[in-house]
């Protein structure tokens, strides 16, 4: 069971969180790298031509969640404190949990370095469009937000590798 699934204050946290930062819009629509995408952020199985409820996004948020929470469960430290969990698992929504276990958060995370792991956050607001990465102000805005709340986790914590 994930952490999300565990945790009434991880998954009231983190859909808050995501469904801030993505925005609800119940018919698919084109995101700026031409993706489409539905409610709040969902790409998976998307077509243009798909509508939905909020409340079915919302049920969509939660089960997605879940599923990135189980993925990361597996490369990041167990007994990082929620903020910290939560902004991850919100940076793994957007970017996917693949490439959150393998980047400089869960490196500096695993390493006891929390406020570089917190930091690094930063570096990943930009998308590939028309083959050149850019910097979108939405993912600035979003990151700046995981990175204030994750060093709110961060903050006189030090951690050693528990799995």
């Given at each position: 069971m994930s952490?999300?699934?565990?945790?009434?204050?991880?998954?009231?946290?983190?859909v808050s969180l995501v469904a801030g930062a993505e925005g609800l819009r119940t018919v698919a629509y084109y995101d700026?790298?031409?993706?489409?995408?539905?409610?709040?952020g969902e790409t998976k199985g998307v077509k243009i031509t798909d509508t939905a409820t909020p409340e079915q996004c919302v049920a969509m948020l939660k089960t997605s969640l879940d599923g990135y929470s189980t993925a990361i469960?597996?490369?990041?430290?167990?007994?990082l404190?929620?903020?910290m969990y939560v902004a991850f698992l919100s940076a793994a929504y957007n970017i996917g949990a693949p490439a959150l276990c393998t980047s400089s958060m869960a490196i500096r995370a695993n390493a006891g370095n929390l406020n570089g792991?917190?930091?690094?956050?930063l570096m990943w607001d930009?998308?590939?469009?028309?083959?050149?990465?850019?910097?979108?102000?939405?993912?600035?805005?979003?990151?700046?937000?995981?990175?204030?709340?994750?060093?709110k986790g961060?903050?006189?914590?030090s951690l050693k590798?528990?799995?």
């Open positions: 952490r999300f699934a565990k945790s009434a204050g991880i998954a009231g946290l983190a700026p790298p031409n993706i489409p995408t539905i409610c709040y469960d597996k490369c990041l430290p167990s007994n404190p929620e903020p792991a917190c930091d690094a956050l930009k998308a590939t469009i028309a083959g050149v990465r850019v910097a979108l102000p939405g993912l600035t805005k979003r990151r700046k937000m995981e990175r204030d709340l994750c060093m961060a903050t006189g914590v590798w528990t799995q």
